[in-house]
């Protein structure tokens, strides 16, 4: 049996733990709760638990949630590859996109959006051909080409921590995923403010929020039985 309000006391004490360590306040942090795949019941017991914050990775996931739930406080994230012929379901019903990493989606969002949508742009940090996001030598021109597209505002970077129990790998990964989001922030343009920072899951949030996170994804803590 899953039990989320066990699941959701037991996180928020290791949450609590973390940022009192850093001496960062709670409202610093936004938990973005990732709801894919998981049911409409589950979910809502999470939104009860003080949840408003959901993640979906495929637009069909998205919209069914979005009718089940019915909740106008509720704010919607979407992660994951977003395909292009995809982009007209669901750009005009969500708050955050967290995978902009290529211009043909840019370009497509462009045209679908009535208004400005907020995008982390998704960077492989680490390099490795299996993952998804713009390669770190290709950020700055991606980011000077997004200005070629209005409805475009970039609010930060995204990225995933490679599989691995090496917490110095994953805390390289995650602290040159800062360096290069300050280096855009300093660019000062104005469609790219680029102040916040969406990394750590379940199984590395804790060393995100020591390299100055700002947006976690968290799963499968929630759910577990
Ligand atoms: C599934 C997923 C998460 C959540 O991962 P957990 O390990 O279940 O916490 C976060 N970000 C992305 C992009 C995901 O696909």
Redo the contacts with the bound molecule.
């Keep these: 049996m899953i039990n989320i309000k066990d699941n959701v006391l037991q996180f928020e004490e290791e949450l609590n733990y973390s940022l009192n360590k850093e001496k960062r306040k709670k409202t610093s942090v936004k938990v973005v709760a990732?709801t894919?795949n998981r049911s409409v019941q589950l979910t809502k017991e999470l939104v009860q638990q003080g949840f408003y914050h959901l993640?979906e990775?495929r637009p069909e996931g998205l919209l069914e949630k979005q009718n089940e739930l019915n909740n106008e406080t509720i704010i919607w994230h979407f992660?994951?590859n977003l395909q292009t012929r995809k982009v007209k379901k669901i750009i005009n019903e969500i708050d955050f996109l967290?995978?902009l990493d290529r211009l043909s989606l840019a370009k497509e969002i462009n045209k679908r959006a009535e208004d400005s949508v907020r995008c982390f742009v998704q960077v492989n940090v680490s390099g490795e051909d299996s993952k998804s996001g713009i390669h770190p030598d290709q950020l700055e021109e991606f980011i000077l080409q997004l200005g070629d597209y209005p409805k475009i505002s970039i609010v930060g970077l995204?990225t995933?921590a490679p599989l691995t129990d090496d917490e110095n790998r994953i805390r390289t990964v995650f602290s040159t995923l800062r360096i290069f989001q300050e280096e855009i922030a300093k660019k000062n343009l104005p469609y790219a403010p680029c102040t916040e920072l969406s990394m750590g899951?379940?199984?590395d949030?804790q060393i995100a929020i020591e390299e100055g996170a700002t947006y976690i994804?968290?799963?499968?803590?929630f759910f577990q039985d």
Excluded at 217 to 221: C, D, H, K, N
């Design positions: 990732v894919k993640a990775n992660i994951g967290h995978s995204m995933m899951m379940s199984g949030y994804r968290i799963g499968s803590l």
